[in-house]
Nanobody
Framework: QVQLVESGGGLVQAGGSLRLSCAASGSLFSTYNMGWFRQAPGKEREFVAVINWGGGSVYYVDYADSVKGRFTISRDNAKNMVYLQMNSLKPEDTAVYYC???????????????????WGQGTQVTVSS
């Protein structure tokens, strides 16, 4: 069982920045593909960013088109942490943001929410105009 706990959400004005953090339990974190997803009211959960487990070397990352150039995903395996740096925030970024772990050691981190095995409770991000 993997526990994920997100933090760092809040209220920010358009153009501002936030850094989300996700703390993971367990000793196998370095082997997990990690993803950030978000869900706005009345909408389905959507992919934001993923980072693969890297096999101990270079990490593959990918982003939704809507956040490319503004968001950066990173991980610190020594601390069992994954981060989402969000810059130039827009009102349409308002959502609950979820951290997720895929434990199947896929070579490329999947973008589909259904592919992920464990989820955090979410953290609210609200961007005012």
């Amino acid at each position: 069982q993997v526990q994920l706990v997100e933090s760092g959400g809040g209220l920010v004005q358009a153009g501002g920045s936030l850094r989300l953090s996700c703390a993971a339990s367990g000793s196998l974190f370095s082997t997990y593909n990690m993803g950030w997803f978000r869900q706005a009211p009345g909408k389905e959960r959507e992919f934001v960013a993923v980072i693969n487990w890297g096999g101990g070397s270079v990490y593959y990352v990918d982003y939704a088109d809507s956040v490319k150039g503004r968001f950066t995903i990173s991980r610190d395996n020594a601390k069992n942490m994954v981060y989402l740096q969000m810059n130039s925030l827009k009102p349409e970024d308002t959502a609950v943001y979820y951290c997720a772990a895929e434990t199947g050691r896929r070579a490329v981190a999947p973008k589909g929410a259904k592919e992920y095995d464990y989820w955090g409770q979410g953290t609210q991000v609200t961007v005012s105009s």
